[in-house]
Each structure stands twice: as structure tokens, then as C-alpha cells.
């Protein structure tokens, strides 16, 4: 599957039978139908408005930022601001093939779950353990 930022091929990271497309080039991850709301149950935080027919309801966001291509259908994906303080910009895929998050925008959202949960684990350690090393900056 070819990265709807940089076109580069990104590689399967699979982790507690789920499956995320991730590009090593710009860091960033697709969620396929369900696998954000699946990895955010894994980890115990709350899902709440996360799922992909609730972001693909979400207002579209005003950005200047170049509407991608789903890599799935290869059509347009919405841009969309799910999150708060601060929110993030996600291409969603309005057909329901799944979600883009450039790189550390996943960090973003799942810090901002764990404050809702009052868990005190930062959100690079969440996505380090479920994830493993593939998400781990190179230094």
C-alpha cells in the first residue's frame, strides 16, 4: 500500500491481530475500518467519538493542506479535526476504508484519551507498548 502523504510503500505493523499500515519515510499510520476504536479498547481507553462513521460526520476543517488520496479506493479523503486542545487534522476516507494520520498525530490523540481516562501514561509510551519498536524515533 502506497502512503497517502509521501507515496512511498509502508509496511504492516501487526500487534494483538491488528493490522496498521505505516510509513517509515514520513511516520505516518492508516487505520483500516475500526482499528483506531480496536486499539484504543486494547489499550483501555476510552474510544468515546472515535469511531469512523462518527469522524467522517465531523465538519469539514479549513486547511490549505492538500486534500490526499485514500489508499485503499484512491478517492479524496475528507479533512476533518477530531481531538481537542489541540485538535488534529485526519484525512478520513468518506466511503468507510479507514483513517491517515501524518506522523505523531496518533501520539496526539491517544495522550489526549489517557487524560480523559486519568492514566498517567504518555502517549509515546501507549503506542511503544502496543506497538512495539516500529514506532520508536530513531536517535
Partial sequence: MLCPACREVMIVVEQDKIELDHCTSCAGVWFDAGELE?????????????????????????????????????????????GQEPEVLIDVCLRGDGLWFDGGEIGQIIEQCAAKSGTEMDAENRVLCFLGDTFKAEG
Fill in 38 to 82: 480496536l486499539m484504543l479498547e486494547r489499550m483501555g481507553l476510552d474510544r468515546g467519538a472515535l469511531s469512523l462513521a462518527k469522524i467522517a460526520d465531523l465538519p469539514d476543517a479549513e486547511t490549505a493542506e492538500k486534500k490526499r488520496r485514500c489508499p485503499v479506493c484512491g478517492k479524496k479523503m475528507k479533512k476533518t479535526h477530531i
